[in-house]
């Protein structure tokens, strides 16, 4: 199996972003990816992402345990099999909860990439964890950033998340859901069900990138935010089935389905990037971003074998 070492190793954050703009811009569109399956267990979920490409095919077998990091264990595991698309022959087994850590910053630094302000001072991260850190690092391959402000529940953990930060080589401090108010890019990966911050206060000049969840009755944006925004979602429709933040809105009347922006439509032009409203991009995780980003890595591996 290919560790999750060696997957960084071969794919960092920039190449990821890049994999995943390239794939869009030529051709691939999310609206035919295969819908994935999230079946309940007793102590979690397990989720089921399969998906075609010309070359490869992929499935990622994950699980969600909620109760693992008591046990010192984490709340996200897997494996991701990358198949040959011709015999489907097994090629490669992933990490998988490697390749979702590189895969999810990675396409939100692609979207950001389109939707962020040029100039990005201020990012403010809600989350002390693995995504949030991940983003934290495809963000800065995408922009130059000044200060980060780490919004988490924990405080001590918050802490020491923005000293790491910090040691990395970019100030990083603990703040509050208020200090919004000042950052042209906002990035969402928690586990809260309920939203994380007053969307009133989010400047028109603004990015916001929301990630954690991928239930239905669960958001952590609010719809005074999502009313005045400019939405793009990797596809409307999974976007209504599971996207809560999306989900919840539409149900309260402040957007239209028809409003959904797909990010196909803004990586080719297609739909121009509003200046005047905040850009949301609400995430919900699709299963041809992990065989883009497997893909990747088993190519890179190649390379450096040949």
């Given at each position: 199996?290919?560790?999750?070492?060696?997957?960084?190793?071969?794919?960092?954050?920039?190449?990821?972003?890049?994999?995943?703009?390239?794939?869009?811009?030529?051709?691939?569109?999310?609206?035919?990816?295969?819908?994935?399956?999230?079946?309940?267990?007793?102590?979690?979920?397990?989720?089921?992402?399969?998906?075609?490409?010309?070359?490869?095919?992929?499935?990622?077998?994950?699980?969600?345990?909620?109760?693992?990091?008591?046990?010192?264990?984490?709340?996200?595991?897997?494996?991701?099999?990358?198949?040959?698309?011709?015999?489907?022959?097994?090629?490669?087994?992933?990490?998988?909860?490697?390749?979702?850590?590189?895969?999810?910053?990675?396409?939100?630094?692609?979207?950001?990439?389109?939707?962020?302000?040029?100039?990005?001072?201020?990012?403010?991260?809600?989350?002390?964890?693995?995504?949030?850190?991940?983003?934290?690092?495809?963000?800065?391959?995408?922009?130059?950033?000044?200060?980060?402000?780490?919004?988490?529940?924990?405080?001590?953990?918050?802490?020491?998340?923005?000293?790491?930060?910090?040691?990395?080589?970019?100030?990083?401090?603990?703040?509050?859901?208020?200090?919004?108010?000042?950052?042209q890019l906002i990035v969402c990966a928690t586990t809260a069900r309920t939203p994380l911050f007053d969307g009133s206060l989010v400047h028109a000049d603004c990015c916001v990138v929301a990630v954690g969840s991928h239930e239905?009755?669960?958001?952590?944006?609010?719809?005074?935010?999502?009313?005045?925004?400019?939405?793009?979602?990797?596809?409307?429709?999974?976007?209504?089935?599971?996207?809560?933040?999306?989900?919840?809105?539409?149900?309260?009347?402040?957007?239209?389905?028809?409003?959904?922006?797909?990010?196909?439509?803004?990586?080719?032009?297609?739909?121009?990037?509003?200046?005047?409203?905040?850009?949301?991009?609400?995430?919900?995780?699709?299963?041809?971003?992990?065989?883009?980003?497997?893909?990747?890595?088993?190519?890179?591996?190649?390379?450096?074998?040949?």
């Amino acid at each position: 199996m290919v560790t999750a070492e060696k997957i960084f190793e071969r794919v960092d954050y920039g190449a990821a972003v890049r994999a995943v703009q390239n794939a869009l811009a030529t051709g691939l569109d999310p609206v035919r990816d295969l819908a994935r399956q999230v079946l309940a267990v007793a102590n979690g979920q397990l989720l089921l992402m399969p998906t075609e490409a010309s070359d490869f095919v992929g499935i990622k077998v994950a699980s969600v345990a909620p109760g693992n990091p008591a046990l010192g264990r984490e709340r996200i595991q897997g494996v991701y099999l990358l198949l040959d698309a011709l015999t489907l022959t097994p090629i490669t087994l992933f990490d998988g909860a490697a390749i979702t850590t590189l895969r999810t910053p990675a396409v939100s630094a692609a979207a950001a990439d389109y939707l962020a302000p040029a100039a990005v001072e201020h990012l403010v991260v809600f989350g002390s964890g693995p995504q949030a850190w991940g983003h934290i690092e495809a963000m800065r391959a995408i922009r130059s950033i000044d200060r980060v402000t780490i919004v988490a529940r924990d405080q001590p953990r918050a802490e020491l998340f923005a000293a790491r930060v910090t040691a990395s080589g970019l100030p990083a401090q603990v703040g509050t859901a208020a200090d919004v108010a000042t950052a042209q890019l906002i990035v969402c990966a928690t586990t809260a069900r309920t939203p994380l911050f007053d969307g009133s206060l989010v400047h028109a000049d603004c990015c916001v990138v929301a990630v954690g969840s991928h239930e239905t009755d669960a958001r952590e944006l609010d719809s005074a935010l999502l009313a005045r925004a400019q939405v793009v979602v990797e596809d409307p429709a999974t976007a209504q089935r599971e996207a809560g933040d999306v989900i919840i809105a539409v149900a309260e009347g402040v957007i239209a389905p028809h409003e959904l922006v797909p990010l196909l439509d803004i990586v080719t032009g297609t739909v121009a990037v509003t200046a005047e409203t905040p850009r949301v991009f609400k995430s919900t995780g699709m299963s041809w971003e992990d065989l883009v980003i497997a893909t990747a890595v088993y190519r890179a591996g190649a390379r450096s074998e040949a």
